[in-house]
């Protein structure tokens, strides 16, 4: 969660549950709502690494509250990552792994290996069906990122098809 | 209940010149009522000549096949055809809609080839146009329409006499997203309404809406197995974002 909240500081300051607020307006459904706790330690991290700096504000019949904004070693940080290309997906496929070395342990023979991997992306594809139906199209990074999904899996199916067909 | 399709050792061997090449070797297969199967498989694993065979469009060359519990691979050509009015839907890739009658009447045509009464074609015609978005497309000409409507149109007119089963080879081959999203709701609709289907796909998405698949290698079954349906929840949760 470090670059998110990095790149929510690079708006404007702000305080630990405003950021969770953000996270989830940002992303919609598309990312499980972050846990309070879970962004007080990040951003307690981030400090300690020196990206960000907390400063307190007095509230009147309230404890103190921690804004956090970010330095320009947190800039250059994120800067980078949003710059650099971003690794492909898959680039090391467990499955893939599965396939090669099965016969060696004369555990699974492919074609076997290959089609439980078919029903398994068939079933997975499925889910992401559902969730299409019920996400709201409004809901538009969740929809994308259902699309994306979707793709990968197709790319995947066609990819085991390509398998099957020269190895088994 | 009885099966709505089951097919015993089926064979296709087509003769290529003087060389016998296998397509289907030994296929049993068994559809109940309701269920929707999908056939996927590598190009050339045999699974366009098999349901070409299932709707009788090409001849087997030995084994058995019964729809609604009546053997049919021995029907004469005619008698199939009668038989196909009635029971099977036919959808393929390439839409083969009547060019020269409206979109509206190519999809009222099974019903009324079929025998049902001129007032229930047309109420299917209605119900199918409208489930499809193409109520407003009824008076064109196929022409006029894009490939993804066609192929909606094509969707329509093959559950237009309500079949026993409905038969589609990679019948979202040509479209775009958009139209196959269509295509997928109007498929999963019928199927929840009790619509038997057989279809080859590559499509995924189609695929994931089906009961079961089958999957078939250098004309034989190599699997066959329910479509297991497990997670709930919203993106974030469905989908690992790391």
């Known amino acids: ?168 | 209940m009885s099966a709505v399709l089951k097919t015993v050792n089926l064979v296709k061997i087509y003769q290529d010149g003087a060389i016998p090449v296998p397509a289907v070797r030994g296929v049993d297969l068994q559809v109940e009522p309701g269920e929707f199967v999908a056939i996927m498989g590598p190009s050339g694993s045999g699974k366009s000549t098999l349901v070409h065979m299932l709707g009788g469009l090409d001849a087997r060359t030995s084994g058995e096949i019964w729809l609604d519990g009546k053997r049919v691979d021995t029907l004469s050509e005619s008698a199939w055809a009668l038989l196909r009015r009635k029971k099977v839907g036919f959808v393929f890739q390439f839409f083969n809609l009547v060019a020269n009658m409206t979109v509206g009447d190519n999809v009222e045509l099974p019903a009324l080839l079929a025998g049902v009464s001129p007032k229930v074609a047309r109420e299917r015609r209605e119900s199918l146009l409208g489930a499809l978005d193409l109520t407003d497309r009824a008076d064109a000409a196929p022409a006029q329409l894009s490939g993804g409507e066609q192929q909606r149109v094509a969707l329509a007119r093959a559950l237009a006499n309500q079949p026993s089963l409905l038969l589609a080879d990679e019948p979202t081959g040509n479209l775009d997203s958009r139209n196959t999203r269509d295509v997928l709701r109007l498929l999963g609709k019928v199927h929840k309404e009790g619509q038997s289907i057989v279809m080859v796909t590559h499509d995924a998405r189609v695929a994931a809406l089906a009961d079961r698949v089958v999957s078939l290698f250098d004309g034989e079954v190599v699997d066959d197995g329910r479509i297991a349906r497990r997670r709930r929840g919203t993106a974030g949760e469905v989908i690992d974002l790391r």
Not at chain 1, 14 to 43: C, D, M, R, W
Not at chain 1, 118 to 136: A, G, V
């Open chain 1, 1 to 168: 969660m470090r670059l998110h909240l990095l790149a929510l500081l690079a708006k404007e300051p702000a305080h630990g549950y405003e950021l969770k607020q953000a996270l989830e307006q940002t992303f919609g459904s598309a990312y499980p709502s972050p846990n309070i706790g879970q962004v007080y330690v990040t951003l307690g991290r981030l400090e300690k690494d020196g990206l960000v700096r907390a400063v307190d504000v007095e509230q009147s019949n309230r404890p103190n509250k921690k804004v956090y904004y970010l330095t320009a070693k947190g800039r250059d940080h994120l800067t980078t990552w949003v710059d650099e290309p971003t690794e492909g997906p898959r680039v090391r496929d467990e499955f893939f792994m599965k396939l090669v070395l099965a016969p060696l342990t004369g555990i699974a023979d492919r074609m076997a290996l290959i089609n439980r991997q078919r029903r398994h992306y068939l079933s997975l594809m499925s889910d992401l069906n559902d969730l299409l139906n019920r996400t709201s199209p409004s809901d538009r990074v969740a929809m994308l990122l259902i699309e994306g999904a979707m793709l990968h899996l197709q790319a995947d199916l066609d990819w085991l098809e390509r398998c099957q067909e020269d190895l088994a």
